[in-house]
């Protein structure tokens, strides 16, 4: 079968909402992050699928729960008026069970790309952390890194925020 669709895969924690610092685990402390909607309507408009890729291994640790991550998803989908099309999350931890579906692991990647028929050559992950680049890197996918400090050696871009990313992507 043709992989046919491209897509923008996000990470969420300090991409879609801020990096507080600590672990998040009250709906009242999340916080989208300001600016965010136009960018991913730019991208959205430009033909891209918007998936939501994040680790969560506080379900495992017991700190939240799966409804949890479900609610602040709801809450980004919100803010920028629903265009995001899927949220795949690993809900494990090294330390109570080993997954391939957490990032640095490419099983969640995977699993969207099948399903939606990507084609990896022509989409691209947005991420703050290397752990967010290393499979996107492995499956062809290209890498921007939003960050301030020194961009990873799996980054294909370095960016200091969404729209800038965003404005990379549109001109590549």
């Not at 290209?142 to 969404?162: I, M, P, Q, R, W």
Request: overall charge negative; some cysteine.
């Amino acid at each position: 079968m043709t992989k046919v669709n491209k897509c923008i895969f996000l990470d969420r924690d300090g991409v879609l909402n801020e990096e507080l610092g600590y672990q998040v685990t009250k709906a009242e402390e999340f916080k989208v992050k300001e600016g965010i909607t136009e960018p991913l309507k730019h991208l959205k408009q430009a033909g891209f699928l918007l998936i939501v890729m994040t680790n969560q291994s506080g379900i495992a640790k017991g700190d939240y729960t799966e409804d949890f991550v479900l609610e602040c998803h709801e809450r980004i989908q919100q803010a920028v008026g629903g265009i995001l099309d899927d949220l795949y999350f690993a809900p494990g931890h090294e330390s109570v069970s080993r997954s391939l579906m957490r990032k640095s692991d490419s099983l969640m990647f995977e699993k969207a790309i099948a399903k939606y028929k990507i084609d990896a050559g022509k989409s691209w992950m947005i991420g703050d952390k290397e752990r967010d680049l290393i499979p996107a890197k492995k499956l062809g996918i290209g890498t921007v890194h939003l960050t301030d400090k020194e961009a990873s050696e799996y980054a294909d871009f370095k960016v200091h925020d969404l729209a800038e990313a965003t404005s990379v992507i549109l001109n590549e």
